[in-house]
């Protein structure tokens, strides 16, 4: 199973940018679909935004769409989240997650479809 460890959250203002990574060890990385996840306190876990295991195919939640980028790296075993505009409402602790599920926007929307979890790294976005 592989894991995961996710780094560059942190404080900042509304309308501005973080890039969250990703870093992946003890399994094939090229081999894992990546899911970002976010959970704000007192909220289910939400998904953010999904890549393929090529970087081929991505999903956003509609509320990111256009402000988010989901990207990855094979060589350096490390999926990204590029940030932007952030607003107060994108402040949670962030997770990344690794499977091999079937790529389609409602099962890798479903956190049960990933199997490997970071320990999430917080974003507060402040207004």
């Known amino acids: 199973q592989v894991q995961l460890v996710e780094s560059g959250g942190g404080l900042v203002q509304a309308g501005e940018s973080l890039r969250l990574s990703c870093a992946a060890s003890g399994g094939t990385f090229s081999f894992y679909a990546i899911g970002w996840f976010r959970q704000a306190p007192g909220k289910e876990r939400e998904f953010v935004a999904a890549?393929?295991?090529?970087?081929?195919?991505?999903y956003y939640t509609d509320s990111v769409k256009g402000r988010f980028t989901i990207s990855r790296d094979n060589a350096k075993n490390t999926a990204y989240l590029q940030m932007n505009i952030l607003k107060p409402e994108d402040t949670a602790v962030y997770y990344c997650?690794?499977?091999?599920?079937?790529?389609?926007?409602?099962?890798?929307?479903?956190?049960?479809?990933?199997?490997?979890w970071g320990q999430g790294t917080q974003v507060t976005v402040s207004s």
């Open positions: 997650s690794a499977d091999s599920p079937t790529f389609v926007d409602s099962v890798v929307s479903d956190p049960t479809a990933f199997g490997s």
């Open positions: 890549i393929s295991w090529t970087g081929g195919s991505t």
